[in-house]
């Protein structure tokens, strides 16, 4: 089983993979050509991750948000030409 994390500066992949209760091994399973020590690397920020992870795990972990995060603040194009969405209450709207 693995161990729970006590990283404060969490990145999006890791919140996503722990909104979901799925350890690094159990996302790996789920992820299935993502190994544990590629989901390790990718959420500690020692590798950026590439836009075919990204894509699996936004569709695995439901969460189609990591597309644009990925897209807006990682790759060189898209912190050209795509806008980053940020969540906002409707009152706001």
Same mark, same amino acid.
């Given at each position: 089983?693995?161990?729970?994390?006590?990283?404060?500066?969490?990145? +999006? *992949?890791?919140?996503?993979?722990?909104?979901?209760?799925?350890?690094?091994?159990?996302?790996?399973?789920?992820?299935?050509?993502?190994?544990?020590?590629?989901? =390790?690397?990718?959420?500690? =920020?020692?590798?950026?991750?590439?836009?075919?992870? +990204?894509?699996?795990?936004?569709?695995? *972990?439901?969460?189609?948000?990591?597309?644009? *995060?990925? $897209?807006?603040? %990682? $790759?060189?194009?898209?912190? %050209? *030409? +795509?806008?980053?969405?940020?969540?906002? =209450?409707?009152?706001?709207?």
């Amino acid at each position: 089983m693995g161990r729970k994390s006590t990283k404060e500066n969490k990145n +999006v *992949y890791q919140t996503s993979r722990e909104s979901l209760g799925l350890t690094r091994e159990a996302a790996a399973e789920k992820l299935e050509f993502l190994s544990a020590d590629r989901i =390790e690397k990718i959420e500690s =920020e020692r590798s950026l991750p590439r836009p075919d992870e +990204v894509l699996i795990m936004a569709e695995k *972990y439901k969460t189609p948000s990591l597309c644009n *995060y990925f $897209c807006a603040r %990682q $790759c060189p194009i898209g912190q %050209q *030409y +795509v806008p980053e969405i940020r969540n906002s =209450e409707l009152s706001d709207i």
